[in-house]
């Protein structure tokens, strides 16, 4: 499975930014897919996660903000992102793994990535 994330950029506190991960399978129905964060010097963290296009997952530092969905058609998986804040900054990675119960926050579970994809969020 490939991943190709890209979407990010320079957006203002407050401001929104819509992140796409194109994946070269389908993944509706059999792959969890999800996206993470690591900004400068932290480790890399959860923001959300899809259980094979049914369920999610929030962190609760993007709860009412950040929203993940999927396009089944396109095997494109997007994260929607409202009043973002300077904390917001890091690199995004698009993630994917065989649909697999339980810890969808864990970056050890997930076997594929994308290549990550900067978002700044500055004045």
């Known amino acids: 499975v490939q991943l190709q994330a890209s979407g990010g950029g320079l957006v203002q506190p407050g401001g929104s930014l819509t992140l796409s991960c194109t994946a070269s399978?389908?993944?509706?129905?059999?792959?969890?897919t999800a996206w993470f964060r690591q900004a400068p010097g932290k480790e890399r963290e959860a923001v959300t996660a899809?259980?094979?296009?049914?369920?999610?997952f929030y962190a609760d530092s993007v709860k009412g903000r950040f929203t993940i969905s999927r396009d089944k058609v396109k095997n494109t998986m997007y994260l929607q992102m409202n009043n973002l804040k300077p904390e917001d900054t890091a690199v995004y990675y698009c993630?994917?793994?065989?649909?697999?119960?339980?810890?969808?926050?864990?970056?050890?579970?997930?076997?594929?990535w994308g290549q990550g994809t900067e978002v700044t969020v500055s004045s």
């Open positions: 993630a994917a793994r065989r649909r697999t119960a339980g810890y969808f926050f864990d970056v050890s579970k997930y076997y594929y």
């Open positions: 899809d259980r094979s296009g049914g369920t999610t």
């Open positions: 399978v389908r993944t509706v129905g059999i792959y969890d």
